[in-house]
Structures are given as C-alpha cells and as structure tokens.
C-alpha cells in the first residue's frame, strides 16, 4: 500500500503551529504537478491554493502577443495562489509547473477561513508574501540591468534552493520564455557557462557541477532575494 505524501516537505506547511497544523491535514489533497500543467490562466478565477514539495511553479506575465517573461518562482518554500487570501481572487499572471514534481493543495474558501482567524496563519502568510513580492521586484530590476548570463545564473540557483537535486529538467525554449528572451540568447549564456565549468548541459538536461561559481558569476540580486526568504521564513530556503 502507498504512503502518503509528506506535506511537511513544504516548508510553509511544516512552520504551522501544532493546532493550525491538526486543522488544515485533513484538508491538504496530494497531486501530482506534472511539467507544463497550468494551475492557473491570467483572470481566472481562482479554487485552490498550491503547497509544492518536489515541484516548482513559475509565475508568468503573458502579453497580448503571447509573449512571456517569468516574474517569480515558487517551490517548496511557499504557496501558489497568493490572491486568494489578499482579497483578489483573480490575478494578471499565468501559474504553469516549470520542474515535474508533487505537491497539495488546499481549496480557497478553507485558507481564506484560516487567513481570517487572524492568529499564526494571517502572520506566516504575510511574511511569505512580502519576501514573493520581494523576489518579484528583484526579478524586474534583474531583467532590466543586468547581463543574461547573470540572469541565468540567478534563475538557476532560485530552481536549486527548491529542488532536492543538481538536475533541472528544462529546454533551452522553456528558459528563454520564462526569463523573456530569445532562444539564442539563452543557447549562449548556457554554453558560457558550460565553458566554464559551472554546468553540463544536454538535451532538455541542466546539471549544475559548480554551485559556489555560479553564486560568484551571478548579480547581488540572487542573494538579496534568498536572505529576504531567510529573514521572513522560519525555516528558509531549502537546501
């Protein structure tokens, strides 16, 4: 018979006080978070919340041309669906399962109960939100004035703290529409990086080999990011 799936692999889940923590598990549903699958389209209206564990979600802008650029990532640090519990029930932004993985998830109306007791959830919520909107506005200043290849150094590490692996499976066309820029673009930084020695890269298969020469090669935005997660979270980031 299998076992259930931990849910304290995440860590905004596994930072509930005891009493929180016997409320919400039996409201917790596991499901598989499959690369691709979109949990939430730009407008719509929102049923769940998501907890990852071994999966990681990207946050995208969409235009109206169809063109994308990633403003956030979420793994086992935190939680999909922030409007639902700010009042917005909708959001501009396309939620889509960057890294094949696990995760819960929770329905709407039972957080947003939760987030109105106003005691450890209300506080343990907004704390994550502010170091999202964090990441978020490191993402844009990143974007604008900082080189690619610093660019994909940060997106790298980003996915590494959430992943138990060294591994990302990712295209080169996923990466450049995640970080808005062309494919070629991102063929190069990869290959620069490759020459390196920081990564091997493959077909579909990022393998990171050097994190310490990555952390030196990228901008400060990486580490401003990663101690406004420290500073907020009680557990941080994972390792």
Not at 28 to 49: D, K
Request: proline share 4%; with cysteine; net charge neutral.
């Amino acid at each position: 018979m299998a076992t259930r799936p931990d849910p304290r692999k995440n860590l905004l889940l596994a930072a509930l006080p005891a009493e929180e923590w016997a409320r919400w598990i039996s409201a917790l549903e596991p499901v598989e978070m499959p690369l691709g699958e979109v949990l939430y389209e730009s407008g719509m209206a929102m049923t769940h919340v998501y907890f990852p564990t071994t999966s990681i979600v990207s946050l995208l802008y969409v235009m109206e041309d169809g063109a994308s650029a990633e403003i956030a990532v979420v793994g086992n640090e935190g939680i999909v669906g922030i409007s639902l519990f700010m009042g917005g029930e909708t959001t501009p932004s396309r939620a889509v399962v960057q890294s094949v993985g696990e995760g819960f998830r929770m329905r709407g109306h039972l957080l947003k109960d939760e987030f109105n007791r106003s005691g450890p959830v209300l506080h343990l919520l907004l704390r994550y939100t502010q170091a999202l909107i964090t990441q978020m506005a490191q993402t844009a200043v990143c974007n604008r004035h900082h080189s690619l290849d610093q660019q994909l150094c940060r997106w790298l590490l980003l996915s590494l703290d959430r992943l138990q692996s060294s591994e990302l499976v990712m295209t080169q066309e996923l990466i450049a529409n995640m970080l808005g820029v062309r494919r070629e673009g991102v063929t190069e930084a990869a290959a620069n990086l490759q020459r390196a020695g920081l990564i091997t890269y493959r077909r579909g298969h990022i393998t990171v080999v050097d994190r310490k020469g990555l952390e030196q090669r990228t901008c400060e935005c990486y580490s401003v990011v990663r101690k406004e997660y420290e500073r907020l979270l009680p557990l941080g980031t994972a390792q």
